[in-house]
């Protein structure tokens, strides 16, 4: 059996090899930190799987998710199989964060439930209000004095009905910050989820997946950025990590690092997987 090389040990995504029982033999660091045991059979993790777990995989698109449970959680991968030198090897790669990043971001991309709720009733009250005016203006020609003050009164509350809509609906539209935000995530999926989940609030977002190219990006616009999302494993050609260089660099730079010690409560830091409103709240600091 061929022995994992660092590359594979340190690969961002996770790697275990089968044999032909399919129980793990090796798993990377990656793998081991999901949950994934070794000795323990793969399709072990997968509820309601009743086949051979290679043999399922290869009869699947490459879309498809797979749902892993775990003591702590569970996981959705999507599978590839490998074979090397005899050794069946299977990356699986965790798109739990970028699917709870998506629905995020349908729910930004949408009135809040309560909120409509709200705009409908308030439309209701007003339609009611309008056809009890006219009705009552139908009902003859000349007003009485008693008519006129009911006719008063309606058309007071349609009228804040109506401004209470107007609030509503203004209340909602997308405030636009100022300043550029620069996002930087060795994940290019997680990048673009969290650009495009900053840019639905009003931030304008530039978002890298190499440290490099973020890092001389950011030289020369410096000036304009007013914050920094990273993730803390980017490392630099210097050998230094992209956040210590940006604190370098910019002491009074807004630097948000996201961290995968998900009991990390120091200042500025917020854990993966990540909580946008977590991340929201540091961007509002």
């Excluded at 709870?100 to 308030?122: C, F, G, T, W, Y």
């Excluded at 209340?171 to 994940?187: M, T």
């Excluded at 690092?257 to 993966?272: I, P, Q, Y």
Aim: charged share 25%; hydrophobic share 40%.
């Amino acid at each position: 059996m061929i022995e994992l090389n660092a590359v594979l040990q340190t690969a961002p995504v996770a790697l275990v090899v089968l044999d032909d029982d399919e129980l793990i033999v090796q798993a990377n660091r990656k793998a081991i930190a999901m949950g994934l045991i070794l000795g323990t059979p793969l399709a072990s993790y997968i509820a309601g799987l009743e086949e051979r777990f290679i043999d399922h995989v290869q009869h699947q698109p490459e879309s498809q998710l797979y749902r892993l449970s775990f003591e702590h959680g569970e996981k959705r991968c999507r599978a590839s199989v490998e074979k090397n030198s005899g050794d069946t090897y299977i990356w699986l790669q965790d798109f739990s964060e970028q699917l709870v990043l998506a629905d995020q971001i349908r729910r930004m991309k949408h009135p809040e439930s309560k909120k409509m709720r709200q705009i409908n009733q308030l439309a209701v009250t007003a339609a009611g209000y309008s056809e009890l005016l006219d009705v009552i203006l139908a009902d003859s020609d000349s007003l009485s004095a008693e008519k006129l003050n009911t006719v008063r009164q309606y058309q007071h509350e349609l009228t804040k009905n109506l401004s209470s809509m107007h609030r509503l609906i203004a209340n909602n539209k997308l405030e636009v910050k100022k300043g550029s935000v620069l996002v930087a995530d060795q994940n290019d999926a997680l990048t673009e989820l969290i650009s495009e989940l900053l840019r639905a609030e009003g931030y304008k977002v530039v978002g890298f997946s190499d440290p490099n190219t973020a890092l001389k990006y950011y030289r020369v616009n410096a000036h304009n950025i007013q914050k920094a999302v990273v993730d803390e494993g980017l490392i630099c050609d210097n050998d230094a990590s992209l956040v210590s260089t940006l604190q370098t660099a910019s002491p009074d730079l807004g630097l948000i690092v996201l961290s995968e010690d998900s009991d990390s409560r120091d200042h500025g830091k917020v854990s993966k997987p990540l909580d946008f409103q977590v991340l929201l709240e540091a961007m509002d600091d």
